[in-house]
């Protein structure tokens, strides 16, 4: 979990379990598994087990709190070390010890909670590399009728990811947003952003980071700005400054 998260274009992270398979080629050099390995978590592949995170509900509540007190609506990106819409997998505890319920009795838990109106300060970012499992795994009534605090995203990072995950998203109805991290190409949303909501877009950081071209970023920018759809330019690599006429973080 993590309150006033690191992560520029979110409030907070929370993750109900830790740990996920690699999907496509944007997953090659991920943070999260790194991490996991380094603070000896076993639980990357597909025949691993996750772990669950015991605080993930009452941490909710906390940003709930704190949201309301400031009169605002804070988000949450779920989840920084997971993803949410993976299909159902074997939890453990933090003794390494199985436990009976799978990671979707948790995630309908936590659907159950916002369908119950618990966190109405808080806009929920379910993003995923697994669009197609989305209507699987929400409630029936979220298929014709989404909650006004939740947006469904996913990551393309090129344009044949780009083409297979947003048709995928665009079949699920609600707010939808591209987390285009990290972008290993230049991509053409111009197809598909009349249906978006939201754009992030950067490239990618570590010692194994893959080069980002900035022609990338203003071509994306200015496909946004034509379509009018708000873009977030989140990093070149962490290393390099952003230039002043790409420094744009907007919001939905």
Same mark, same amino acid.
């Given at each position: 979990?993590?309150?006033?998260?690191?992560?520029?274009?979110?409030?907070?992270?929370?993750?109900?379990?830790?740990?996920?398979?690699?999907?496509?080629?944007?997953?090659?050099?991920?943070?999260?598994?790194?991490?996991?390995?380094?603070?000896?978590?076993?639980?990357?592949?597909?025949?691993?087990?996750?772990?669950?995170?015991?605080?993930?509900?009452?941490?909710?509540?906390?940003?709930?709190?704190?949201?309301?007190?400031?009169?605002?609506?804070?988000?949450?990106?779920v989840g920084s070390m997971m993803d949410i819409f993976e299909k159902p997998m074997?939890?453990?505890?933090?003794?390494?010890?199985?436990?009976?319920?799978?990671?979707?009795?948790?995630?309908?838990?936590?659907?159950?909670?916002?369908?119950?109106?618990?966190?109405?300060?808080?806009?929920?970012?379910?993003?995923?590399k697994r669009p197609s499992n989305i209507i699987k795994y929400i409630p029936d009534?979220?298929?014709?009728?989404p909650p006004v605090n939740v947006m469904f995203g996913t990551s393309p990072v090129?344009? #044949?990811?780009?083409?297979?995950?947003?048709? =995928?998203?665009? +079949? %699920? *109805?609600?707010?939808?947003?591209?987390?285009?991290?990290?972008?290993?190409?230049?991509?053409?949303?111009?197809?598909?952003?009349?249906?978006?909501?939201?754009?992030?877009?950067?490239?990618?950081?570590?010692?194994?980071?893959?080069?980002?071209?900035?022609?990338?970023?203003?071509?994306?920018?200015?496909?946004?700005?034509? #379509?009018?759809?708000?873009?977030?330019?989140? =990093?070149?690599? +962490? %290393? *390099?400054?952003?230039?002043?006429?790409?420094?744009?973080?907007?919001?939905?």
């Amino acid at each position: 979990m993590a309150q006033n998260s690191k992560i520029e274009w979110t409030h907070h992270t929370a993750n109900i379990w830790w740990g996920c398979t690699k999907v496509h080629e944007g997953c090659d050099n991920c943070y999260a598994e790194s991490l996991a390995k380094r603070w000896g978590d076993d639980v990357w592949g597909n025949e691993k087990p996750r772990r669950l995170i015991k605080g993930f509900f009452q941490d909710l509540n906390n940003y709930q709190a704190f949201a309301k007190k400031a009169g605002e609506v804070h988000r949450v990106f779920v989840g920084s070390m997971m993803d949410i819409f993976e299909k159902p997998m074997p939890l453990i505890n933090s003794n390494n010890e199985p436990l009976k319920e799978s990671s979707d009795f948790h995630r309908q838990h936590f659907f159950q909670n916002i369908s119950d109106g618990m966190y109405p300060n808080l806009l929920f970012l379910l993003l995923t590399k697994r669009p197609s499992n989305i209507i699987k795994y929400i409630p029936d009534q979220w298929k014709e009728s989404p909650p006004v605090n939740v947006m469904f995203g996913t990551s393309p990072v090129n344009q #044949a990811t780009a083409y297979t995950l947003i048709n =995928q998203l665009l +079949k %699920v *109805k609600g707010k939808r947003f591209l987390s285009v991290e990290p972008q290993l190409d230049s991509i053409n949303l111009v197809h598909w952003l009349p249906k978006i909501d939201w754009v992030i877009q950067g490239g990618e950081s570590g010692h194994h980071k893959r080069a980002f071209n900035l022609e990338w970023a203003y071509y994306l920018k200015e496909q946004c700005k034509a #379509a009018n759809v708000p873009y977030f330019f989140k =990093q070149i690599d +962490k %290393v *390099k400054e952003i230039p002043s006429d790409l420094l744009i973080r907007e919001f939905p």
